[in-house]
């Protein structure tokens, strides 16, 4: 599966903005997807995680409460929400495949895509 990550840019502390992430091939339901995201000078960091059907989603601390991962499996897409940003939120994102419950769960995806930028200014 390919993956291409879009809708990042720079917003204010307070606003919102929605990431997607496309995937090509005719099995994107298959797939658990992830979102993770990297600053500047430190580790790529998991954000959320979505199962196949969308029905169970997870985040990591610093996000819950403020995004939310969904997906629409007719339009190979995953969706990344993104409110009350924050510039601590500032990082380049990128989101993740992989047909692995278990790994999924444990972060780890076979398949990554592009990032794309989001900047938070205070």
């Known amino acids: 599966v390919q993956l291409q990550a879009f809708g990042g840019g720079l917003v204010q502390a307070g606003g919102s903005l929605r990431l997607s992430c496309a995937a090509s091939?005719?099995?994107?339901?298959?797939?658990?997807m992830g979102w993770f995201r990297q600053a500047p000078g430190k580790e790529r960091e998991f954000v959320a995680t979505?199962?196949?059907?969308?029905?169970?989603?997870y985040y990591a601390d610093s996000v819950k409460g403020r995004f939310t991962i969904s997906r629409d499996n007719a339009k190979n897409t995953v969706f990344l929400q993104m409110n009350s940003l924050e510039p601590e939120d500032t990082a380049v994102y990128c989101c993740?495949?992989?047909?692995?419950?278990?790994?999924?769960?444990?972060?780890?995806?076979?398949?990554w895509g592009q990032g794309t930028q989001v900047t938070v200014s205070s």
């Open positions: 979505i199962s196949r059907s969308g029905g169970s989603t």
């Open positions: 091939g005719r099995t994107f339901s298959s797939y658990y």
């Open positions: 993740a495949a992989d047909p692995d419950g278990n790994r999924a769960y444990r972060r780890e995806f076979d398949y």
